[in-house]
């Protein structure tokens, strides 16, 4: 399995998708469990060709709005290349990658481990080779893991093909199921526009819970309970309650100190416009808001007149990506 296996293939080609945590951020680092989605609207493509001197990754932004990478991105990028041709065996010079994306980068949709994932698959994909999905998965954490520190595996099992909600606890992730009656309400996502840092916002919830003693405990506790509770709501349609869980996180992640005032407001907005549940989704500091509804229209509305930068609206029930 070394080089001398290349073929006369020109570009290799590689996608991924954004995420978004409805339950579970930051405690599945304790292994309380995590509920995930797909975002298949918003995601990254990548191309990789063969060329002279040095590796180059270059990002633009499909909307055109901010650069595509951040400094974390752009860290990513490079240690993905140097983790796909290690295990494939192939120079790790000699490549130019071609990043297009329109995940907001820190915001917590996955920016990071979706432009990992689709730069690793454009690697091999130029080398006519294939990936199975744990070793995709592996290379991801690799990549995320050196970049930002301790990465739970959410947000790299979830960019890479799922189809609907996951469950995630200890490393394993496996689908939910989702009623019948899941298309009657809609994730309405609101940007709060502030950049987060996820090694920041998990360094600041684990000197937290370390300073509650057996109180931190409890609210681990009780996110697990919540998460737990929110697997049966969405298996059964029971939407209000999902909101109220929701909600009932955002508590926890605001005693945890991940929470911020941008993120406050679109939360408050967000309920004051008649949204079933709402709370930050991802490490936080920032990053995004999302709101359950039936709805979307009204909460929309009073998201954006509440600041948020932009909107936009995922489904519950599962979806080809």
């Known amino acids: 399995m070394g080089a001398e296996r290349s ?16 339950l579970g951020e930051h405690v599945v680092l304790y292994g309380r469990p995590a509920i995930s989605l797909p975002v298949p609207l918003v995601g990254v493509t990548a191309t990789a060709r063969r060329s ?6 270059e990002s633009t932004n499909a909307a055109g709005r901010e650069p595509a990478a951040g400094p974390g991105d752009t860290a990513v990028s490079r240690l993905a290349v140097a ?8 120079p790790d010079e000699g490549l130019a990658i071609a990043v297009d994306s329109d995940i907001p980068s820190e915001r917590g949709l996955g920016s990071s481990a979706a432009i990992a994932a689709a730069i690793i698959r454009a690697v091999a994909d130029l080398w006519d080779r294939k990936l199975s999905g744990e070793t995709l998965f592996a290379l991801i954490q690799e990549s995320e893991a050196l970049a930002h520190g301790n990465a739970s595996g959410v947000d790299a099992r979830t960019v890479i093909g799922s189809a609907g909600p996951l ?28 950049p987060g840092s996820t090694r920041v916002a998990v360094a600041t919830a684990r000197r937290r819970l370390h300073a509650l003693g057996a109180a931190g405990e409890d609210l681990l506790e009780r996110a697990g309970q919540l998460t737990h509770g929110a697997a049966e709501h969405l298996r059964f349609g029971r939407f209000a ?15 945890l100190g991940v929470s911020c005032p941008a993120v406050d407001e679109l ?45 936009l609206e995922v489904p519950l029930n599962p979806v080809e990506v």
């Open 241 to 255: 309650e999902l909101g109220d869980a929701m909600t009932g996180a955002q508590r926890i992640l605001v005693r």
């Open 52 to 57: 002279r001197g040095p590796v180059t990754v």
């Open 167 to 194: 469950w995630f606890q200890d490393g394993v992730a496996r689908p939910l199921p989702v009623a019948d009656s899941a298309d009657r309400a809609v994730l309405v996502v609101g940007d709060t526009g502030v």
């Open 83 to 90: 983790a796909v041709c290690h295990h494939l065996r192939v």
């Open 267 to 311: 939360v408050t907005a967000a309920l004051a416009g008649g949204a079933l549940g709402a709370k930050l989704s991802g490490g936080g500091l920032g990053g995004c808001v999302i709101a359950l509804t039936t709805d979307a229209p009204a909460v929309h509305t009073a998201l954006l007149a509440a600041g948020a930068q932009r909107c």
């Open 7 to 22: 073929t006369d293939r020109t570009l290799g080609h590689g996608r991924a998708v954004a995420k978004l945590i409805l």
